[in-house]
């Protein structure tokens, strides 16, 4: 015969003896036999031998009761039970209430048993730490695809600042917005007021008021955490993180924005960062599909190739530029006008594809291999900065086993345009490997 823990302390929280229908007390009787719901009587109903439908009086069975020692002699299971129901009721410290509510055990005792069997007990210590280093890898483990954590501590800016008109009014230090959702909600309750001569149907319209507004409350809650649990009250953040992609998967973020509500952060993110991936690789098989249709069987003539078509498009653009010039040649309002854009856009172009990076005589130089060299000046990078870029991300990529652009833009704090090539050059050259 097994001793078992009860339901509770509550008799209401029983099921009813199958017999007689009254609540269990402590000690009674579960049949072993049938199920699989318990079938339970109380003392008196199993004395008398009671049968019902396929329970027969000569099964197997087990005394159900909580009066038995599990920490400590002196305290039965199910006044462990209750203490854990006080605590959780009346809060952690509030000894002179948890002793009240047990009626069994004073203060001092229900103190002394709590801090020595829940808190200072190395059972639960090492228990409660396993859990954490548990969830520490899970965190490391399962966060790899968000771009940023939803928990950092937003700005804080002055009020009525631009900062805090982008944040929407929203308070760090209370966790609240200036201006809440539905913010004159409350106004259709400031009225209503429950009398005892009101009528029923007048009691029933003041109570579907109440739910109406209870529903209004649930609403603005669902939205205040949708906002924070997915980075959007530091909206200029969320902005910066938003532009790493190509335009073509932006757009897919703007489209898909709108069902960030049924999803966490994390899936979200990891939705989005999957097509971003997808895009890449359609890219690159296109790239090197072209490079099959014109015969290509190596990365150096995939280099040539380059470079041959670079050339074959300023060509033609050229052309195209004569082609323009003439078109306008004969009227000569048309043609400065036309040449003056055109200086113009050369002037923009010139400003933005800097010259490349002369290495000689900076140090670390010796260290690179004639492709890193090439990829230092297109890119316009020290080595000593490259150098260690390089090493943090195969530090990164030996102990994750592989790694994802986005885990090098979190690595690596430069501009993401920059970080992008490091991570294809790597790649291709067989440094590290993707996840």
Known sequence: MDRLASFGNDPFDKPPCRGCSSYLVEPYIKCAECGPSPFLLCLQCFTRGYEYKKHQSDHKYE?????????????????????????????????????????TKTKEECEGHYMKNFINNPLFSSTLLSLRQMEDHLSRTADTAIPFKPTDDPPRPSFDSQVSRDMAGYMPARADFMEEFDNYAEWDLKDIDFVDD???????????V????????EERQRRKKIIRDHGLINLRKFQILERRYPKEVQDLYDVMRRFARVVGPIEHDKFIESHALEFELRREIRRLQEYRRE?????????????????REDERRKRNMLCDVLQYIHDARACQQWLHK??????????????????????????LNEREKELCQVVRLVPGAYLEYKQALLNECRRQG????????????????????????????GYINKA
């Open 63 to 103: 005394i159900m009761t909580s009066d038995f020692p599990v920490l400590e002699p002196g305290w039965t299971a199910q006044e462990e039970m209750a203490l854990l129901e006080a605590v959780m009721d009346c809060g952690f410290g509030n000894w002179s209430d948890v002793a009240y509510q047990m009626r």
């Open 198 to 208: 009101d009528s029923d149907i007048l009691h029933a319209l003041k109570v579907a």
């Open 210 to 217: 109440v739910d109406i507004y209870h529903s209004r409350l």
């Open 295 to 311: 015969g290509i069987q190596s990365f150096c003539g995939a280099k040539v190739y380059e470079r041959v078509k670079r050339i």
């Open 342 to 367: 055109q200086a113009a856009i050369l002037l923009l172009q010139s400003l933005r594809s800097a010259p490349p990076l002369n290495l000689t005589g900076l140090p670390g130089t010796e260290k």
């Open 402 to 429: 592989g790694l994802r652009l986005a885990q090098a833009r979190s690595l690596i704090k430069i501009d993401v345009n920059k970080t992008r090539k490091i991570y294809d050059f790597l790649i291709k050259e």
